[in-house]
């Protein structure tokens, strides 16, 4: 049996905070709002395994009113999921996903953060993918004042 997810995160972008993307620190000025660290692309990912595996979302595991969760480490909220996800009998095929981010460039990061993913679920760097583009300077991500991701995961039973 094979499963497909979709999960998708959009934070505002603000001064004060770490942009935080795949569990990695980009340096720039601005970084993700949010009640754990913010990390868009590490949420998008967390709420495509767990809606490819039938397990919820982030939202369910992680309620944003609850104050444990403040300044959580979203490598460790995905790490919580994927762990009930491989419980379940599931196992990643792969991870395809883009972030919409107008500043910094993210090429230079992605080798990194791919590695930082495949880390964080035990998995091999060829099952993760991740490409950026700009908002062609439209919209929030086009004006950098937010950042979103999309991943979109293929599971296997």
Known sequence: MIRVGLGYD?????EGR????????????????GHSDGD?????????????AGLGDIGSYFPPNEPQWKDADSAELLKTCWS????????LGNL?????LEKPKFLPYRTQVQESIARILGAESSQI?????????????????????????????
């Open 10 to 14: 959009k934070h505002v972008l603000t």
């Open 18 to 33: 770490k942009l935080m993307l795949g569990g990695v620190e980009l340096p720039f000025e601005k970084g993700e709002a």
């Open 40 to 52: 868009v692309l590490l949420h998008a990912i967390t709420d495509a395994l767990l809606g490819a």
């Open 84 to 91: 009930d996800v491989k419980r379940a009998g599931w196992s």
């Open 96 to 100: 395809d996903c883009v972030i919409a």
């Open 129 to 157: 993918f991740v490409k950026a583009k700009t908002g062609e300077k439209l919209g929030d991500v086009g004006q950098g004042r937010a950042v979103e991701s999309w991943a979109v995961c293929l599971l296997e039973k």
